[in-house]
């Protein structure tokens, strides 16, 4: 099974731009859906979006438009971009993958990495 | 919406686990089940309602379908002390999780 790793700051002002990144232990695999699952105290678990190669981008409508997935295939890893960040969007933030079971049920998730937007 | 109940389960080992997931609208059969634990990976358990994952023990099954579903585990084992979450898959597609079922162990 992938092993999938969250890495980026751990902490992002107001208003600044969140940006994590997450890598893979075996290469992309074209037919699965890589993407972004947050937890908070206050909000629960949060769907963030999903990223396929040929499909393109599906976004939480709460958050499309601050929120950009993509992926690097040569690099084996997929990111995201989350802009104008408040403290609302102090979370965990997971990255994992979908459609093994051909579902967008996720089926592999990294360990998670807190980010806190504080000033 | 999805609505989970009880908030918290305490429990003695052996005993059944049933924890309930009820949509505001029917969904078909999209839901799945996930395992959280403090300090570990979260894992997938059931999808699309009543399909184990990989892995999974047979304790664990789902039923369920349109606005009402269900996680049992047969006999509660002292490693499934965890949160248990559902989630939804609707037509857009959007996914929207439960707000979770802490399971104790009395």
């Known amino acids: 099974q992938v092993q999938l790793q969250e890495s980026g700051p751990g902490l992002v002002k107001p208003s600044e731009t969140l940006s994590l990144t997450c890598s893979l232990s075996?290469?992309?695999?074209?037919?699965?859906?890589w993407g972004w699952i947050r937890q908070s105290p206050g909000m629960g678990l949060e769907w963030i979006g999903y990223?396929?190669?040929?499909?393109?981008?599906t976004y939480n409508p709460t958050l499309r438009g601050r929120v950009t997935i993509s992926l690097d295939t040569s690099k084996n890893q997929f990111s995201l971009s989350l802009t104008y960040v408040t403290d609302a969007d102090t979370a965990i933030y997971y990255c994992?993958?979908?459609?093994?079971?051909?579902?967008?049920?996720?089926?592999?998730w990294g360990p998670g990495r807190l980010v806190t937007v504080s000033s | 919406v999805l609505t989970q109940s009880p908030a918290t389960l305490s429990l003695s080992p052996g005993e059944r686990a049933t924890l309930s997931c009820r949509a505001s609208q029917s969904i078909g059969y999209y839901l799945a089940w996930y395992q959280f634990k403090p300090g570990q990976t979260p894992r997938l358990l059931i999808f699309d309602a009543s399909n184990r994952a990989a892995g999974i023990p047979g304790r664990f099954s789902g039923s369920g379908s349109g606005t009402d579903f269900n996680l049992i585990i047969s006999s509660l084992e002292p490693e499934d002390i965890a949160t248990y979450y559902c989630q939804l898959r609707d037509f857009r597609p959007s996914l929207t999780f439960g707000g979770g079922t802490k399971v104790e162990i009395k």
């Open positions: 994992a993958r979908a459609g093994f079971y051909g579902s967008l049920f996720a089926d592999s």
């Open positions: 075996d290469a992309f695999i074209s037919n699965y859906h």
């Open positions: 990223m396929h190669y040929s499909v393109g981008a």
